[in-house]
T-cell receptor
Framework: DAKTTQPNSMESNEEEPVHLPCNHS???????IHWYRQLPSQGPEYVIH???SNVNNRMASLAIAEDRKSSTLILHRATLRDAAVYYC?????????FGQGTTLQVKP | GAGVSQSPSNKVTEKGKDVELRCDPI?????LYWYRQRLGQGLEFLIY????????KSGLPSDRFSAERTGESVSTLTIQRTQQEDSAVYLC??????????????FGPGTRLTVL
C-alpha cells in the first residue's frame, strides 16, 4: 500500500484557514486520496476524497497537485470543534491504511 | 438512518478469557471492516468482508483473533485467550461497496476492551 507523509502536529487560530499538507510521492494511478479525521474519544469520520481535480464539500476543500504527489486539506475557517487528528490515506480498494496523521490544535 | 453500531461499548475481561465483540453495519452496506486502536496509536486494519467473497484476513495479529459475518449484516470479532496487549479500542466500519476506491467508510463508536 502506498504511504503518505504528514506533519505530526499543527496549530491554528480559531476562525482562520488551515492548510494540512500530505505527501504521497508513490501514489499509483488508481489511488484515490482520502481524508478522515478523528475527534477525541470518537471513531474516525470521513472528510473528503479526490482523484485528480480539486474537490469541495461542506466540511473542507482538497487541493491536489498536478502530479498527484501531494495534496492539501483546507479548512476554510477553523473552529474549536475541528481539533482532531487528520489522516491522509491513499485508497485503492478495501481497507484503509492509517498513518499517524496530523494532530490539529485550534486556539481560541 | 442508523449508523454503525457496536456492542458492548466497554468490556473488561481477565487475561485468558475469550471475548466477542459485535458490529451492526449500516443497512445495505456490502463491505465491513474491523480495525484496532491501541492507546495513543493510529488505527490498525484487522479484517475486511466484501459481500460473499473470502474475507481479507491479512491484518489479524494472531490465530487467537477471528471474525465472522452473517450475509451482509452483523459481524462478530472473537478474541480467544485474551492477553493484556489486546487492550485497545476495536472499531468497526462499513461502506456501500468496498471494491470501489472512492467509497467512504462509516465508523462505529468502538468497543473499548480492557484485559486485566
Amino acid at each position: 500500500d502506498a504511504k503518505t507523509t504528514q506533519p505530526n502536529s499543527m496549530e491554528s487560530n480559531e476562525e482562520e484557514p488551515v492548510h494540512l499538507p500530505c505527501n504521497h510521492s508513490t501514489i499509483s494511478g488508481t489511488d484515490y486520496i482520502h481524508w478522515y479525521r478523528q475527534l477525541p474519544s470518537q471513531g474516525p469520520e470521513y472528510v473528503i476524497h479526490g482523484l485528480t481535480s480539486n474537490v469541495n464539500n461542506r466540511m473542507a476543500s482538497l487541493a491536489i497537485a498536478e502530479d498527484r504527489k501531494s495534496s492539501t486539506l483546507i479548512l476554510h475557517r477553523a473552529t474549536l470543534r475541528d481539533a482532531a487528528v487528520y489522516y491522509c490515506i491513499l485508497k485503492s480498494t478495501g481497507k484503509l491504511i492509517f498513518g499517524q496523521g496530523t494532530t490539529l490544535q485550534v486556539k481560541p | 438512518g442508523a449508523g454503525v453500531s457496536q456492542s458492548p461499548s466497554n468490556k473488561v475481561t481477565e487475561k485468558g478469557k475469550d471475548v466477542e465483540l459485535r458490529c451492526d453495519p449500516i443497512s445495505g452496506h456490502t463491505a465491513l471492516y474491523w480495525y484496532r486502536q491501541r492507546l495513543g496509536q493510529g488505527l490498525e486494519f484487522l479484517i475486511y468482508f466484501q459481500g460473499n467473497s473470502a474475507p481479507d484476513k491479512s491484518g489479524l495479529p494472531s490465530d487467537r483473533f477471528s471474525a465472522e459475518r452473517t450475509g451482509e449484516s452483523v459481524s462478530t470479532l472473537t478474541i480467544q485467550r485474551t492477553q493484556q496487549e489486546d487492550s485497545a479500542v476495536y472499531l468497526c466500519a462499513s461502506s456501500f461497496e468496498g471494491t470501489r476506491s472512492f467509497d467512504e467508510q462509516f465508523f462505529g463508536p468502538g468497543t473499548r476492551l480492557t484485559v486485566l
